[in-house]
């Protein structure tokens, strides 16, 4: 596998992918309002298992950027900087939003006694509030303090901890080295998960070894297919991706084995295709590359989104709720149109605020 021109690889394509696994989250979560023929599939019910692209992608495109960096102290402080301010200001902003909430609650439960789905407080606690605060709640703790507040930041609490790993292996290790560690890191969260049979679990360091395992994968799988001066073809790579899509839809451990492998090499097959292939011309479309720089917004505020507009049509259009025992959630009880209506509004919405925060909040904090 070699590069393209000017020995830069073509990454256009990964931030139509990062859209696409933003969305896929957002609809996923979007159970949580109501039931909706778009949403109701196997692909979309394991949306979550697009997290784990999201550790493949971040680990793949910081590998193909810092593999050069000069190996000293210094450089890891300017890499660990950049990563936290991208992160946690938004981070911290959806915090002081959710904590808003719970006051919110309190207040409307004391006055009108109306409650939702949980009681004001009822899972948020000192412990889980400062494990959030410090971005540890996705492996130290327990679910409660990863679901308290905003429950999908555990992800970038695990992601955060795997740039201070790969940042300090790539400056404090030789070239040889880095690479025995990766797969080290690999193999050995491989190991655990499988020894557990608990590919999925949050708020533990099963969590932990989740993330190092999808972060590190497509970096060892990088350097192999450069090493092999690997050669494919568009065939390949779209049998590859149906494979991955396939896989998704299933809940056996093989394929929780398998998936991150399958994104690893789609990832490092389509480095060099450019737009001779249709899968990356439409993954390259400019607006999958926007909503690509905005995901991370997308990814943040949908639960958000998904909250407000739950409450809205329960407490001031006064719909009704129904629980789902197959699923143990209680939802709104809305036809198929008000769902289809309601999830498309509230993903319109997501992206405009998405977008609002990247061009006037994010950017404010972080530089490329």
Known sequence: MSSGKNGKFYTDHLYGLRAICALTVALYHFKTVSTSPITNNLFIENGYRFVDIFFCLSGSILY???SEIKKEFRSIYIFLKKRFFRLFPLHLLLLFLFFLIEIAKFLVEKKFNLYGNTHAFEILNIESFFLKLLMLEGFWGDVNATLALNPV???????FFCYILFISILVLSSRSFSIFIFIFLVLSSLSILAYNRSFFEIGNLMCL???IYSFFLPIIIFILLKKVDFKTNNFFIYIVFSLLIYLITLNTILSYILCPILVSLFINLTLNKKKN??????LSSNFLKFLGKISYGIYMFHVLVWWVTSQFLRFILKYQTKFIPSKEITILDLSVLESNLVLILGITVTIIISSLSYHFFENRFYKK
């Open 64 to 66: 193909l950027k810092y």
């Open 153 to 159: 930041s555990w992800s970038i609490s695990v992601e």
């Open 209 to 211: 070894m989740r993330t």
């Open 277 to 282: 292939n249709y899968l990356i011309s439409i």
